[in-house]
């Protein structure tokens, strides 16, 4: 069975730094865009930030400078280094990827909460 893993969330300070992973698991599927999104509570979830397998990024305007999404395409991991988190950053964080014309996310996704 497919699954996107993440971790790496946890509590932090305004202005502390995350550093999130998401890893494929019971697959050898080659992802080709992946991406990282967030659901604050009551809110709707909303795109962080994509990667191509090429690794070109797009990134939403409240993170842009602060987020870097990367991949290592030959360990099917892709992660997201949160820097100056704010507590608007606060949210599940959940990975999705792109294999045979299929998105495989909605894992249980990693929390990140930022205090003030």
Same mark, same amino acid.
């Given at each position: 069975?497919?699954?996107?893993?993440?971790?790496?969330?946890?509590?932090?300070?305004?202005?502390? *730094?995350?550093?999130?992973?998401?890893?494929? *698991?019971?697959?050898?599927? *080659?992802? @080709?865009?992946?991406?990282?999104?967030?659901?604050?509570?009551?809110?709707? %979830?909303?795109?962080?930030?994509? =990667?191509? =397998?090429? &690794? =070109?990024?797009?990134?939403?305007? &409240?993170?842009?400078?602060?987020?870097? =999404?990367?991949?290592?395409?030959?360990?099917?991991?892709?992660?997201?280094?949160?820097? *100056?988190?704010?507590?608007?950053?606060?949210?599940?964080?959940?990975? @999705?990827?792109?294999? %045979?014309?299929?998105?495989?996310?909605?894992?249980?996704?990693?929390?990140?909460?930022? &205090?003030?």
């Amino acid at each position: 069975q497919v699954q996107l893993v993440e971790s790496g969330g946890g509590l932090v300070q305004a202005g502390g *730094s995350l550093r999130l992973s998401c890893a494929a *698991s019971g697959t050898l599927l *080659s992802f @080709n865009d992946m991406g990282w999104y967030r659901q604050a509570p009551g809110k709707q %979830r909303e795109l962080v930030a994509q =990667i191509t =397998i090429g &690794s =070109i990024t797009n990134y939403a305007d &409240s993170v842009k400078g602060r987020f870097t =999404i990367s991949r290592d395409n030959a360990k099917n991991t892709m992660y997201l280094q949160m820097n *100056s988190l704010k507590p608007e950053d606060t949210g599940v964080y959940y990975c @999705n990827g792109l294999a %045979r014309a299929k998105w495989w996310g909605w894992g249980q996704g990693t929390q990140v909460t930022v &205090s003030s």
